[in-house]
């Protein structure tokens, strides 16, 4: 039974950085090497959109607001999936969370004030 924990998020002013960390247990090495993982957010009033997703043999993709800004890692041997965050914005305020082959963590929150 996978299970994902995301930490990280929290208070910070516009321009500062975050890094969100998403352990992810139950689910074996290999399968972590290969999943499917990214990171998605929901802001007040709108519905939960991409932010970073990172297919296991490919090229990480970026959503056009975040572009240049966030970078999506993970740590095999941790079977942890990082966003790193910079120069956030308050547009970038919302609930973050993480998606392992279409399982999902509880959300963290991430709150940017101008």
């Known amino acids: 039974q996978a299970q994902l924990v995301e930490s990280g998020g929290g208070l910070v002013q516009a321009g500062e950085s975050l890094r969100l960390s998403c352990r992810v247990s139950g689910i074996i090495l290999s399968v972590f090497w290969s999943a499917d993982m990214g990171w998605y957010r929901q802001a007040p009033g709108k519905q939960r959109e991409m932010v970073a997703r990172?297919?296991?043999?490919?090229?990480?993709t970026y959503a056009d607001s975040v572009k240049g800004r966030f970078t999506i890692s993970r740590d095999n041997s941790r079977k942890t999936v990082y966003l790193q965050m910079n120069s956030l914005q308050p547009e970038d305020t919302g609930v973050y969370y993480c998606?392992?082959?279409?399982?999902w963590g509880q959300g963290t929150q991430v709150t940017v004030s101008p």
């Open positions: 998606n392992v082959n279409d399982r």
């Open positions: 990172m297919p296991g043999h490919t090229v990480a």
